[in-house]
C-alpha cells in the first residue's frame, strides 16, 4: 500500500467512505504504480496490509462495508 495523491495519509482510514470505482491505495511493481480499485460504493471497515508491506495478486488490502 502506498500515499494516494491528495490524501494526508498513506492509507485509507477505517469508516472513510468511498464510490464504486474510485482508487483506495496503490500497490508498487517495481517501479510503477498500480491503482486499488473499490469494487463497491461503502466505508472502510478495516485496514488488512500496512503501508509498505508485501502483497500479493488477491490479497486482501482493505475490508469495505458495502452501502446497501
Do not use: C, W
Not at 19 to 48: C, H, Q, S
Amino acid at each position: 500500500m502506498q500515499p494516494i495523491r491528495g490524501r494526508t495519509s498513506h492509507s485509507p482510514r477505517p469508516a472513510s467512505a468511498f464510490e464504486a470505482g474510485e482508487i483506495v491505495g496503490l500497490v508498487k511493481i517495481g517501479l510503477l504504480y498500480a491503482p486499488i480499485v473499490a469494487p463497491a460504493a461503502g466505508t472502510v471497515d478495516a485496514v488488512i496490509a500496512e503501508t509498505g508491506a508485501m502483497v500479493g495478486y488477491g490479497t486482501p488490502i482493505v475490508r469495505i462495508l458495502p452501502l446497501n
